[in-house]
């Protein structure tokens, strides 16, 4: 049995089990399953009991983890639940007591309602992509700064957080380094949210320079190029308040500091004080700035320590228009955000910058210390990490596994979504599309989500689809009480106001059961006003063949 076989056959045993499920609950207690019941059914597979082990491991092939904070109520209530069980299962009570408090994100992730529906494929693929750029050799690690000469050459680690916060790791993704110049990116965006854009960009310049990170050259308005290059980014320090906004991007994960590469820094910083001097002299400082006190915080600001784990969670915020995904916190603004994106995809890989842009075509910011923060905007944010660069100051696996991504998917700022079919594309879910429509359909009308319908109206569905009982949208919606559903369907969508299912029920016999009164009242307007017209078009009908005749 084929991959694609084993998908459509889950699907359609998923969607037996919880129809048949609410059937049962429909005709026995004359009401339908809550979304915790739903949610059981679907990770039970018809078992009575789901073991806890068996709950965490779906969860993260969905790409959650166990520690994200927002599963933080769902998981102290599975510790305190297994104490109570013997055999380390759940029963249905006690699953809808675990997950009721986080119950709108885990049905999102169980639905494949995440922007990677199938993460398991795709996290598959990353590490496929991985092992390939291990394979590279060459480059040589940094050694002008002596701390940066202490990290292995074989040390390489991928990490990546989507915008809703799937994680996905691989290789040596805890082990800390300096963010270098990858803060750069970050530090302005916080520069840019504190006080906007018209004032940082008073002193600082938006084009690329064309030169070396470290030159000593302004452009011809006598401020720095951009805040990607030294020059740009030790002005850039002069206006941040930093370390909160850090913890903050990363979702509170891990974010520390290199006394030791710091002092290196400083020790070995001459290009960096020379620059700075240049600076003083060409008044680019706000006024009152103490010149060493800033190169010193910008010294410091490079001697930040992340792991590619934390540092991925700062990319997917960027990512996310300046939520962190992992906390629904907002720490940037979407202007900020998108001024950062911008200078990154232009100006963000030191001298390869234009050939990244041409054959990446991502925003990204490059380090010494051999990160790599990568952006896929709206998807996710990804860190690679190896300390072997090129020529040019780049991780040399890093750029590989950028360069190998985009082959592979259509992430490419210029990639065609609709037509560019040779390229995977991880935001579309594969599988059987009947069945999953299916079930998507009546899941929105379940729950009453008229916006979902809209959409699946607009994208040409059937939304007279039915399941294996027959049962239309209009049946669910209709024993759901869901008027405003009941009424875009007639009204919007035209749709049969009076199908039947197997059993020979009606929307409107739903509706009397349940009690919905204004429910039967619609049903009951349109139905009468449907009779009519339809009498009303034959009668036409009859008269125009009388004419022919």
Same mark, same amino acid.
């Given at each position: 049995?084929?991959?694609?076989?084993?998908?459509?056959?889950?699907?359609?045993?998923?969607?037996?089990?919880?129809?048949?499920?609410?059937?049962?609950?429909?005709?026995?207690?004359?009401? /339908?399953? $809550?979304?915790?019941?739903? #949610?059981? *059914?679907? @990770? &039970?597979?018809?078992?009575?009991?789901?073991?806890?082990?068996?709950?965490?491991?779906?969860?993260?092939?969905?790409?959650?983890?166990?520690?994200?904070?927002?599963?933080?109520?769902?998981?102290?209530?599975?510790?305190?639940?297994?104490?109570?069980?013997?055999?380390?299962?759940?029963?249905?009570?006690?699953?809808?007591?675990?997950?009721?408090?986080?119950?709108?994100?885990?049905?999102?992730?169980?639905?494949?309602?995440?922007?990677?529906?199938?993460?398991?494929?795709?996290?598959?693929?990353?590490?496929?992509?991985?092992?390939?750029?291990?394979?590279?050799?060459?480059?040589?690690?940094?050694?002008?700064?002596?701390?940066?000469?202490?990290?292995?050459?074989?040390?390489?680690?991928?990490?990546?957080?989507?915008?809703?916060?799937?994680?996905?790791?691989?290789?040596?993704?805890?082990?800390?380094?300096? /963010?270098? $110049?990858?803060?750069?990116? #970050?530090? *302005?965006? @916080? &520069?840019?949210?504190?006080?906007?854009?018209?004032?940082?960009?008073?002193?600082?310049?938006?084009?690329?320079?064309?030169?070396?990170?470290?030159?000593?050259?302004?452009?011809?308005?006598?401020?720095?190029?951009?805040?990607?290059?030294?020059?740009?980014?030790?002005?850039?320090?002069?206006?941040?308040?930093?370390?909160?906004?850090?913890?903050?991007?990363?979702?509170?994960?891990?974010?520390?500091?290199?006394?030791?590469?710091?002092?290196?820094?400083?020790?070995?910083?001459?290009?960096?004080?020379?620059?700075?001097?240049?600076?003083?002299?060409?008044?680019?400082?706000?006024?009152?700035?103490?010149?060493?006190?800033?190169?010193?915080?910008?010294?410091?600001?490079?001697?930040?320590?992340?792991?590619?784990?934390?540092?991925?969670?700062?990319?997917?915020?960027?990512?996310?228009?300046?939520?962190?995904?992992?906390?629904?916190?907002?720490?940037?603004?979407?202007?900020?955000?998108?001024?950062?994106?911008?200078?990154?995809?232009?100006?963000?890989?030191?001298?390869?910058?234009?050939?990244?842009?041409?054959?990446?075509?991502?925003?990204?910011?490059?380090?010494?210390?051999?990160?790599?923060?990568?952006?896929?905007?709206?998807?996710?944010?990804?860190?690679?990490?190896?300390?072997?660069?090129?020529?040019?100051?780049?991780?040399?696996?890093?750029?590989?596994?950028?360069?190998?991504?985009?082959?592979?998917?259509?992430?490419?700022?210029?990639?065609?979504?609709?037509?560019?079919?040779?390229?995977?594309?991880?935001?579309?879910?594969?599988?059987?599309?009947?069945?999953?429509?299916?079930?998507?359909?009546?899941?929105?009308?379940?729950?009453?989500?008229?916006?979902?319908?809209?959409?699946?109206?607009?994208?040409?569905?059937?939304?007279?689809?039915?399941?294996?009982?027959?049962?239309?949208?209009?049946?669910?919606?209709?024993?759901?009480?869901?008027?405003?559903?009941?009424?875009?369907?007639?009204?919007?969508?035209?749709?049969?106001?009076?199908?039947?299912?197997?059993?020979?029920?009606?929307?409107?016999?739903?509706?009397?059961?349940?009690?919905?009164?204004?429910?039967?009242?619609?049903?009951?307007?349109?139905?009468?006003?449907?009779?009519?017209?339809?009498?009303?078009?034959?009668?036409?009908?009859?008269?125009?063949?009388?004419?022919?005749?």
């Amino acid at each position: 049995m084929t991959r694609a076989v084993r998908v459509v056959c889950h699907e359609v045993l998923v969607v037996f089990v919880v129809l048949q499920s609410l059937n049962l609950k429909r005709r026995k207690a004359g009401i /339908l399953p $809550s979304l915790e019941d739903l #949610l059981f *059914y679907t @990770i &039970a597979e018809g078992q009575e009991k789901i073991p806890a082990h068996k709950f965490t491991t779906a969860l993260k092939a969905t790409g959650l983890r166990t520690g994200d904070p927002r599963l933080k109520e769902c998981m102290e209530m599975l510790k305190v639940t297994l104490k109570t069980t013997s055999d380390g299962a759940l029963d249905r009570h006690l699953f809808k007591k675990c997950v009721q408090s986080n119950i709108v994100l885990l049905t999102q992730a169980f639905r494949k309602k995440f922007v990677i529906p199938d993460f398991q494929s795709f996290s598959a693929h990353i590490d496929e992509l991985y092992e390939n750029a291990k394979n590279m050799s060459g480059g040589q690690v940094a050694d002008y700064i002596p701390q940066l000469a202490r990290f292995s050459p074989d040390l390489w680690a991928v990490a990546l957080c989507t915008v809703d916060g799937q994680r996905h790791t691989v290789g040596d993704t805890k082990v800390p380094f300096c /963010l270098q $110049s990858c803060v750069k990116p #970050l530090k *302005y965006a @916080i &520069a840019v949210h504190d006080h906007g854009t018209e004032y940082v960009h008073r002193f600082i310049g938006k084009e690329p320079s064309g030169l070396r990170f470290n030159k000593l050259f302004l452009n011809e308005d006598d401020k720095p190029h951009n805040p990607m290059v030294n020059a740009g980014a030790i002005v850039c320090t002069s206006l941040i308040k930093v370390m909160n906004f850090m913890n903050k991007l990363a979702g509170n994960e891990y974010v520390g500091f290199s006394n030791a590469t710091f002092q290196s820094e400083r020790e070995s910083g001459d290009r960096n004080f020379a620059i700075g001097y240049y600076l003083k002299e060409k008044k680019c400082f706000p006024e009152g700035t103490d010149m060493t006190s800033i190169l010193d915080f910008y010294f410091q600001l490079c001697s930040i320590e992340v792991t590619c784990e934390s540092a991925s969670v700062m990319a997917a915020t960027l990512a996310n228009g300046g939520f962190c995904p992992i906390t629904g916190e907002r720490v940037l603004s979407p202007e900020s955000v998108r001024n950062t994106l911008s200078l990154m995809h232009s100006c963000g890989m030191y001298d390869f910058s234009g050939q990244f842009a041409f054959h990446v075509g991502l925003p990204a910011k490059s380090g010494v210390a051999g990160g790599i923060l990568l952006v896929v905007p709206n998807v996710m944010g990804i860190m690679c990490w190896s300390p072997p660069l090129d020529k040019l100051g780049n991780s040399v696996r890093g750029i590989q596994f950028c360069t190998d991504l985009v082959s592979l998917c259509n992430f490419h700022n210029y990639d065609n979504l609709r037509h560019f079919a040779k390229k995977l594309d991880p935001r579309r879910e594969g599988g059987d599309q009947r069945v999953k429509s299916v079930i998507n359909l009546l899941f929105a009308a379940y729950t009453g989500d008229v916006s979902a319908l809209r959409r699946f109206a607009l994208s040409s569905m059937d939304m007279e689809q039915r399941d294996y009982d027959s049962r239309t949208a209009l049946h669910v919606a209709a024993a759901e009480g869901h008027a405003e559903v009941v009424r875009f369907l007639l009204e919007a969508c035209k749709v049969n106001p009076v199908p039947k299912d197997r059993w020979g029920n009606t929307p409107m016999d739903e509706a009397v059961h349940f009690g919905h009164h204004d429910v039967v009242t619609i049903l009951r307007d349109y139905h009468n006003q449907y009779t009519h017209q339809e009498g009303s078009t034959a009668k036409k009908n009859e008269e125009n063949l009388d004419g022919m005749l």
